[in-house]
């Protein structure tokens, strides 16, 4: 080894994280004004609402630390959040998987079809939720009185007598919430998988059909699956948050607060406590309930992505 | 190396470079769509026609909805109420559009000013949105930086909870920043949302680095490579970020923010009008019509573009 290059080698130090920085500069300064925005509107009240929950406060007065007490309260004393939380499973557990799998099947089932048929069936979908406040017609179709649309036609076709009042009856309200979210769920994920789903590669088809897959369950699940797992990923992270987070459809469709708290949701007790228009203002009781919601989409979202990454195995 | 190192005509030749990579590139993407589109797998006929009834069945469930608004709005008054309910009207009028323009030229304030507060709201986010999403997006999709790999995971994990989790500390903080009553508690929140920005860096990581590496020899700082070269290819993620603000902001009411009657958007105005009770059930069905008819037709337009941004959005 020459003198020169055990110079140059004693004089390299690695450079420290800030100089690697300094040196980086332009790039931060393009992320900047995004993550100003970013953190201000989503890191810091995600932060916030958790120390909030550990407070209470009116917005008056400064936050008063009083522990776990809203957590307590919550889960001993409110029976009406119980309701909601029950409702809110029920409904993500259906809403769920069920607008999940529907928006895999419909993408997949237009998939063959001529560009241009494809191209009317997607609009169709997908019009529903780029509809804004369209889907109140379901308030017109489940109506309570004769001119309600379904009991209309249910009346016409002799099946009931009477007008049946849809909006009012508790056991009804779930199944109206489903029927809705239903409707209003083949959004972006349906898009993603429709997109998805021309980027497969097709010669492995060929291939696959040599090595003796048989129909087209067996391809869709060895060849199509495996090679669509990221759009199934960010099409069930859609999906879950969805099915989580529904609350304004049920306030206007049942109104609020719904019969018996039939169609109460996390979301509406969010708003019953924690709404600048509600009369309640208990800001750190309601924070706790945004955090427990929190915690549950962002505790399904990561379970469903560990059963996502076994597809195909 | 300095862009003086080079003379005009070795200037020439990379920048001949650099567009020969950009029409390979582009015509990779075409190609493969159309490759797709030729191949077609056998199916049985029974297949074909159980596949039909189901698309029609959805299809009508999905459709039902909104064609029966539409007609709704071009039912006269004693149509609507027939016994059993028509989805097609005998006669088709517009009566219910010229009540919602006389009731309109009622209000106090005038409706155009309405219409210029969703404008507004409308084009300041979503151009906002779609300009910094793309700054932000493009480092964070081509270089390395300390601090990246943490951004993209808290961009990731942000996608998975819901606007309704964060309600209230968003509200503290917009009042905090003397933003309420004003239209910019609206505009500045959408700018940053994560999942625009996230579709934008998907999109942007399949940009070849070649093309980069080139417009860097050719003396173009970051800044520059960003304008000329990468916002001119991620134009479908783009389009695809204008529908998804798109439809948020043209159909928001201001919610709580705005209290101010000459601030408020459209939707809240043509809301007021509607709320009526069941004797504007036509009008209802007008205002309903001519909301939808906005955001459907800015995606009827960019279909195509907003599938081909939507092909890179896996997660891993």
């Given at each position: 080894?020459t003198?020169n290059t055990?110079q140059i080698?004693e004089n390299f ?5 800030l100089q690697?920085m300094?040196k980086?500069?332009v790039?931060?300064s ?11 509107f989503?890191?810091i009240?995600v932060?916030?609402?958790f120390?909030?929950s550990f407070?209470?406060f009116?917005m008056l ?7 776990l007490?809203?957590?307590?309260n ?5 029976d ?10 029920i409904?993500?557990?259906i809403?769920g998987?069920i607008s999940?799998?529907m928006?895999f099947?419909f993408?997949w089932?237009?998939?063959e079809?001529s560009?241009k048929?494809?191209?009317?069936m997607i609009?169709i979908?997908y019009a529903?939720s780029i509809s ?5 017609l379901w308030?017109?179709i489940?109506?309570?009185?004769m ?6 036609y249910?009346?016409?076709l002799?099946l ?6 849809w909006?009012?009856t508790p056991?009804?309200a ?5 029927i809705?979210q239903?409707?209003?769920?083949l959004g972006?994920?349906?898009l993603?998988?429709v997109?998805g789903?021309?980027?497969v590669?097709?010669?492995?088809y060929?291939?696959a ?9 067996q391809?869709?699940?060895y060849?199509t699956l ?5 759009q199934l990923m ?5 999906q ?7 609350g304004?459809v049920s306030?206007s469709l049942?109104?609020f607060?719904?019969v018996?708290y039939s169609?109460h949701?996390?979301v ?6 924690g ?7 208990e ?7 945004a955090t427990?919601l929190?915690?549950?989409?962002l505790?399904?979202?990561l379970m469903?992505q ?6 195909g195995k | 190396?300095k ?9 020439e030749?990379?920048?001949?470079e650099?567009?020969q990579q950009?029409?390979k590139w582009?015509?990779a ?7 797709y589109?030729?191949v077609?797998?056998?199916?049985s006929t029974?297949?074909?026609?159980a596949?039909?009834?189901?698309l ?10 909104l064609i029966f608004?539409i007609t709704?709005s071009?039912?006269g ?9 028509r989805?097609?009207?005998?006669n ?6 010229v ?5 309109i030229g009622?209000t106090?304030i005038p409706?155009s000013r309405?219409f ?8 300041f ?5 779609v300009f910094?999403a793309?700054?932000c997006?493009?480092?964070l999709?081509?270089?390395h ?8 995971q808290l961009?990731?994990y942000?996608l ?11 509200y503290?903080?917009i009042?905090?920043?003397?933003l ?17 920005l996230?579709?934008?860096r998907?999109?942007m990581?399949t940009i070849?680095?070649?093309?980069l590496?080139a417009?860097k020899i050719?003396?173009a ?5 960003f ?6 290819l991620v134009k479908p993620?783009w389009?695809?970020?204008?529908i998804?603000?798109?439809?948020q902001l043209?159909?928001t009411?201001?919610?709580s923010?705005?209290?101010t009657e000459?601030?408020?958007?459209l939707s809240?105005?043509l809301?007021q009008?509607?709320a009526?009770g069941?004797?504007r ?7 309903t019509?001519?909301?939808l008819?906005?955001?459907?037709s ?6 195509t573009?907003?599938?081909?941004t ?5 997660l891993?």
């Open positions: 080894m003198t055990v080698a130090v690695k450079p420290t994280l690697r300094k980086k500069k790039y931060y393009m992320i900047l004004p995004f993550m100003i925005i970013f953190t201000i989503t890191v009240p932060l916030m609402s120390f909030l407070t209470s009116d007065q400064a936050p008063k630390f009083i522990g007490k809203n957590y307590i919550l889960f001993l004393n409110d009406v959040f119980l309701i909601a939380l029950k409702n809110t499973i409904l993500a557990l809403t998987p999940y799998m928006a099947l993408a089932l237009i998939n079809l560009p048929i494809r191209w009317f609009l979908f529903p804004g406040s369209a889907y109140l308030l017109l489940f109506s309570s009185d001119y309600g649309i379904l009991n209309a249910l009346i016409d002799n009931i007598n009477s007008p049946i009042l909006l009012e056991k009804y779930l199944v109206i919430l489903v809705v239903l409707w209003l769920s972006v994920s349906f993603a998988f997109a789903l021309q980027t590669d097709k010669t492995l060929e291939a059909a040599v090595d003796g897959i048989r129909n087209r369950w391809e869709l699940w060849i495996p090679q669509m797992k990221s960010f099409g069930a992270v859609m879950i948050t969805n099915a989580l987070g529904i304004i306030v049942l109104g607060p719904s018996e169609g949701t996390i509406t007790h969010l708003m019953d406590f709404s600048t228009n509600s009369t309640r203002l800001m750190g009781y309601a924070s706790a309930i427990i929190f915690v549950m989409m505790g399904s979202n469903v560990k059963l996502i990454k076994r597809v | 190396m862009k003086d190192d080079y003379t005009t005509s070795e200037k030749q990379l920048l001949k650099i567009e950009e029409i582009i015509s993407k075409q190609r493969k769509h159309k490759k589109r030729k077609r797998l056998s199916r029974s297949g074909d026609i596949l039909i009834i189901v029609l069945l959805f299809g009508s469930f999905s459709a039902y909805p608004t709704n071009l039912k008054f004693d149509e609507i109420f027939v016994f059993p309910p989805l097609f009207p005998r088709i009028t517009f009566s219910n559009f009540d919602l323009f006389n009731l009622n106090q409706i309405y210029i507060n969703t404008l507004t709201i409308t084009l986010g979503t151009v906002g949105h910094l793309s700054l997006a493009y480092p999709a081509k270089h930086f300390p601090g990246r790999h943490l951004i993209n961009v990731v942000s998975m909870f819901s606007v309704a989790v964060t309600q209230i500390p968003t503290m903080i009042s905090w920043l003397g309420i009553d004003s239209q910019w508690a609206i505009i500045i929140p959408a700018w940053g949302f994560t999942l625009g996230f579709l934008m998907q999109f990581v070849p680095n070649e093309l590496e417009a050719d003396g700082n970051e800044y520059q490579s304008m000329y070269i990468v916002m001119p993620a389009l695809t970020l204008i998804l603000l798109f439809q043209w159909g009411d201001g919610g923010y705005i209290f000459n601030l408020k958007p809240y105005a809301r009008i509607v009526g069941i004797a059930t036509g009008t209802a069905a007008a205002v019509v001519i909301m008819i906005v955001p459907l800015v995606f009827i337009i960019n279909q573009k907003m599938l081909d939507m092909a890179h959005s896996g891993k």
